[in-house]
């Protein structure tokens, strides 16, 4: 499964992080990452297959054993791959004792094969989605998404990545020998009882959501990474319940951004930090010297920070160069032209006030309509923290671009394809986005802040797309309840 050779060898308890870790505590590196196995498929009438079963197991975070949920293992799940153009199809099978839902993160799709809390997986019961991939080569995921129940289910493992392909990433120079220089960094913080048990009242179920003092990466405390190559590609999503990270390396060094949620940026813009609040992901080139040592860290916050919640410094992961490295090409100074849709496509601006575990003063309901889109229509959404809590937003079916952060032009690392946004207090964040290809009337698509436990409270609605000539109030529900 997920577990690296040899991490898991000692289940004997480990004590080292009985204190949170913060400022001071200098982490043992002491784990090899382990790497999620890329996913087997087999290709059936030129529909890629794909078998995941839903699962409990144990896992190790240093302090035990700790009960888990996993896919095809015991924590988290492996990596999905697929190429644009290809039909996907997959056997998803719960063998845990609870529904679930399984939902594919950024993914342009139809709404019934989303996995959203529309798409509940019974216990025992297996679902089959199926739909073609259709947009650019991007670092997707995967996570359950039943109502209520997120936050404690992704907490408990299920995540993992959805890696989608493409001709033009292909015609690159880029890392991407899997597991050797194309490496997921998935990022999540615990909170454990002294027995190893995952601790679910620290925060999970508290309005804040949860924030954890062990950090586990793919699932392994204390990680090194064995690097072989003169540049190595992460692939990062921050899969954690609440924390937004601050990333940076302890040397200060730079590294290139190739990538954010939806895809290749235009071209590479390098950084000495970076900020992903949970659901957001970006694709990072580091470059290393022969036998140097280098440790991803979150934190502190700077003053200049947009990240209010990068404030203690934790220690992520470390990069182990090898005494001699494979060369690798140069960056290219271009990588794609992304479509930029112009704010004079917008055919209507909507608002969105998050405040109060709602938004709009709306608190989720599975049977409430919020609002219809038409197909092919571009609209602007206007995106408002309004009571400064710790708050993101997330669309469901398309990626979007940022258009302005308070009036500004957002930061080169937000001038990408977008499914996710962190929005300071206070803040308004302007987002353009064009729904193309799938109408569903009957079945909506969610928005939502991606603080799991915001989310789960309520913070979160439903829009549907409907043919042109469709009255979207038709559609919309603030009166026709489920
Ligand atoms: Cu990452 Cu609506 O989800
Ligand atoms: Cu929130």
Redesign the pocket.
Known sequence: GLVAAGGFVALAARVWLTAPIDTTGDVDFDRPLAIPPLASSTVVDGERIFDLRLQEGVADFGRGRTPTWGVNGDYLGPTLRAERGERVRIRVRNDLGEDTSL?W?GMHLPAAMDG?PHQPVGAGATWTPHWRIDQTAATL?Y?P?LHGK?AAHVYRGLAGLFVLDDAKERSLPLPRSYGVDDIPVILQDKKLHDDGSLDEDAGLFRSAGLTGDTVVVNGTVGPYLDVSTEAVRLRVVNASNTRPYSLRFDDGSSFAMIASDGGLLDAPIFLTRLQLSV?ERAEIVVALDPGERRVLRSGPSDSGDRLAGGGDRLDLLELRAADELRPAPALPAALTEQPALAEDEAVRTRTFDLAGFSINGRTMDLGRIDHASTVGDTEIWEVTNADGGSHNF?V?DVQFQVLAVDGEPPPPELAGQKD?VWIRPKETVRLIMRFEGYTSPGTPY?F?C?TLRH?DLGM?GQFVVVEPGQAPDDHVAGSAAG
Do not use: I
Request: avoid cysteine; aromatic fraction near 6%; charge should be negative.
């Open positions: 939902h993160h959203g995921w996570h998404h997120t659901g997330h469901h996710t969610m939502h991606h989310e979160m």
